[in-house]
């Protein structure tokens, strides 16, 4: 039986609403470059600010490859514990307007590469924030503001909840071979808290990757006030392999990882030496920073305007893996699956390739598998997966009473395992 037109857009319509809405993290436009999210004085930390301490700020940074600057505007959605928009009015979570304008910019100064930086620090006297949760920014032009030109991802935690987080690596499926089990444990005390079977939500990310997130919404078990979450086959992950390592500094010479430095105008090439798959070797140690990249020029006083663009071309040497591809991850990527990100197979040299234009600095990578219709990335084919590796574990705890209308940041930490 044929349904009226109605009916039939009404069902389209239904399913529109239902489908999530994409609010990763990253630059939406070629032109953007080198996002930054960080707390303010400390790059290493999570970027989160404590809802009680009105000194803390988030600092968001990014390029824009132009000779002019751009008139940017920004507004904030507050997000759930996945990342929806929870469809708040502005008041409920804002002691402000819920628009910014992009004020702090600088030009590029004796580059190759022509580009406009600029800076937004949050909360500051524009947008002033009232509630703990996630904060996803919107940045656009002031005359398309509905093109998001760049996402950027903080939180804001009230810090009611007492977060504990171990790793270990005899798991309960294997023990000191390839895998890592996660266990945390809530002090709800301080929270009020009623029912924990159902108004906690605990997030576990593993050095800052979205695709391997894991996300739980019921304890294993209760002890008085301790929430405890352990013995949890979510919270086994794969080991992975510590991240890869190079450094562009300088143009005037290759540094760490990179075989030659070439000036093929109008840009700086950087060559990194070829890679291997490292899934059937021994693990071997090595300091990263599990995925980050600081911007550095060690030519220059000012990194962030007079920091070079760089062509950088990537090489892994191994027969085609069927069924997935392979990715490039890591903060350089914005830890998206992309075409940017995404290594091309050339069967006349046997490898992978991919080039990205990066800003100079220190920079870590690894390579990601993604088997065909799946958004999730795995070590064990290039990486491998070895128990000793060092990851960074960032556990946030969210609580929603009953009755309420928003996922509240309540507690995080973070804990390192392999070490």
């Known amino acids: 039986m044929l349904r009226p037109l109605a009916v039939i857009l009404s069902i389209i319509t239904f399913l529109t609403c239902q489908a999530e809405v994409d609010t990763r993290q990253g630059c939406l436009s070629s032109s953007f470059k080198t996002l930054q999210v960080q707390y303010d004085g400390d790059m290493f930390a999570p970027p989160v600010i404590n809802l009680n301490n009105p000194g803390e700020r988030i600092v968001i940074s990014f390029d824009e490859l132009a000779d002019d600057r751009r008139y940017l505007r920004y507004s904030l959605v507050h997000c759930d514990a996945s990342w929806q928009p929870e469809e708040l009015v502005d008041s409920e979570f804002l002691d402000s307007f819920n628009e910014g304008t992009v004020e702090d910019y600088d030009y590029s100064q004796a580059t190759v590469v022509h580009y406009v930086h600029y800076t937004i620090t949050l909360p500051n006297e524009q947008v002033r924030i009232t509630q703990p949760g996630n904060y996803l920014v919107k940045v656009y032009d002031e005359n398309e503001p509905d093109v998001t030109l760049v996402q950027a991802r903080f939180g804001v935690c009230d810090f009611s909840a007492r977060v504990g987080a171990a790793v270990s690596s005899r798991t309960d499926i294997d023990a000191n071979e390839s895998h890592q089990q996660v266990s945390v444990t809530v002090d709800t005390r301080e929270l009020g808290m009623d029912d924990p079977f159902n108004d906690l939500r605990i997030v576990v990310s593993q050095n800052g990757r979205p695709d ?208």
């Open 212 to 419: 391997n997130e894991v996300t739980l919404t019921t304890p294993q078990r209760i002890h008085g006030k301790q929430v405890i979450y352990e013995h949890l086959r979510p919270l086994i992950f794969n080991a992975g392999n510590e991240y890869r390592r190079f450094e562009t500094s300088s143009v005037n010479y290759p540094g760490l990882g990179i075989e030659r430095m070439i000036h093929d105008a109008p840009v700086y090439n950087a060559v990194l030496y070829t890679d291997t798959p490292r899934s059937g070797q021994s693990y071997l140690y090595d300091s990263t920073q599990q995925g980050r990249y600081l911007v550095r020029d060690v030519d220059t006083s000012d990194s962030d305007t007079e920091a070079d663009y760089v062509l950088t071309h990537f090489t892994l040497q191994m027969p085609p893996i069927a069924g997935a591809d392979i990715f490039i991850d890591g903060d350089l990527t914005d830890r998206r699956f992309t075409p940017a990100s995404h290594m091309v197979y050339n069967h006349a040299t046997g490898c992978y390739e991919q080039s990205m234009l990066l800003k100079q600095g220190a920079y870590n990578y690894q390579y990601l598998a993604v088997p065909n219709g799946s958004g999730r990335g795995y070590t064990s084919p290039v990486e491998g997966d070895k128990y000793q590796t060092v990851n960074e574990y960032t556990v946030r705890v969210y609580h929603r009473p009953k009755g309420t209308r928003f996922d509240r940041l309540v507690g995080i930490t973070t804990v390192k395992a392999g070490i």
